[in-house]
């Protein structure tokens, strides 16, 4: 399984951003995808999860302003990133669980500025 991500880049404090992870290869029914991001000299957080194609789940720091989204169909996860902040700043990346192994995408740097 491959995943590739898109839709970072550099936005102002308060617009918006689209990532979305397209998945390839041998693609499985999943269990889980999500977003995580990672700051230099920090873990990797979770960002927003969708569990089982139903429950979603988000960072207190992003709720209300993220949206996750999957288009089955074309095999892609969505995050739109609304009201972005400086803290914002961090490189995401996603992930898919299938058949109990993890997948991870590239990453892709989304930057706001003040």
């Known amino acids: 399984v491959q995943l590739q991500a898109s839709g970072g880049g550099l936005v102002q404090a308060g617009g918006s951003l689209r990532l979305s992870c397209t998945a390839s290869?041998?693609?499985?029914?999943?269990?889980?995808m999500g977003w995580y991001r990672q700051v230099p000299g920090k873990q990797r957080e979770l960002v927003a999860n969708?569990?089982?194609?139903?429950?979603?789940n988000y960072a207190d720091s992003v709720k209300g302003r993220f949206t996750i989204a999957v288009d089955n169909t074309k095999s892609t996860l969505y995050l739109q990133m609304n009201s972005l902040k400086p803290e914002d700043t961090a490189v995401y990346y996603c992930?898919?669980?299938?058949?109990?192994?993890?997948?991870w995408g590239q990453g892709t740097q989304v930057t706001v500025s003040s």
């Open positions: 992930k898919r669980r299938q058949m109990g192994q993890d997948y």
């Open positions: 969708i569990v089982n194609n139903v429950y979603r």
């Open positions: 290869g041998s693609i499985e029914g999943f269990n889980v």
